[in-house]
């Protein structure tokens, strides 16, 4: 089992290109997410998903969209990269709550600079 | 949601246990109580979650008050693997999304 896969590990951007951050997951689970993580401070949710076709903001979504088309996939797209998005970012997923409550899997983070 | 209070930062020696607390003093019924870990220069991991029991898994243990306002996470021997910043979040049961809302955790620091 793969688990949660991020791609790439490592970008730089020039400030106003755009990218998208690609998260995939093979356990079949319904919820994902993406969070952003800047120096010394926790996780912050920017955009999450209960399935296929169903996306909702979290707490930081401003310049940055998502779509959920499969299952498996939830990519993230910055349209135009700022500074300020320079963070580590990391997807997760979970089996849907109601079957049964359990942790959320981690990819391994893509490492975003946008000078 | 409901907030969880943690100490910025521990130390232990290592082979001895850890006690990490956590305060949550708002929690509702339907909170689940869940730590997660973050080694250095890696995505969080799910260390054990419990409601109101006392749990127990192959990386640690769950104490939780019988009032639920707060909960302790035991590592039964520390070792130089477990230093990390350690988070305490509640996860809410039930319809809608469940997210996971970090705070900035306890970094706990094992002296070998």
């Known amino acids: 089992n793969a688990g949660v896969t991020q791609t790439p590990k490592f970008q730089v951007l020039k400030t106003g290109q755009s990218m998208t951050l690609q998260c995939a997951q093979d356990?079949?689970?319904?919820?994902m997410s993406w969070y952003r993580q800047d120096p010394g401070m926790g996780l912050r949710l920017i955009h999450y998903s209960v399935g296929a076709g169903i996306t909702d903001q979290g707490e930081v979504p401003n310049g940055y969209n998502v779509s959920r088309s499969t299952t498996e996939d939830f990519p993230l797209r910055l349209l135009s990269a700022a500074p300020s998005q320079t963070s580590v970012y990391f997807c997760a997923s979970s089996p849907f709550f109601g079957e049964g409550i359990g942790g959320y899997t981690f990819g391994s983070g893509t490492r975003l600079t946008v000078v | 949601d409901a907030k969880t209070t943690q100490p910025n930062s521990m130390e232990s020696n290592e082979e001895e246990p850890v006690h990490l607390p956590c305060n949550h003093s708002t929690i509702s019924g339907t909170d689940y109580i869940h730590w997660y870990r973050q080694l250095p220069s890696q995505g969080p991991e799910y260390v054990i979650h419990?409601?109101?029991?006392?749990v127990n898994n192959r990386m640690a243990s769950l104490a939780i008050a019988e009032d639920r306002k707060s909960s302790t996470l035991i590592l039964h021997r520390a070792t130089l693997r477990d230093a990390a910043v350690y988070y305490c979040i509640l996860r809410r049961w039930g319809t809608g999304a469940n997210n996971l809302f970090f705070g900035t955790g306890t970094r706990l620091t094992v002296i070998p």
């Open positions: 356990m079949n689970h319904e919820y």
């Open positions: 419990g409601l109101t029991s006392n």
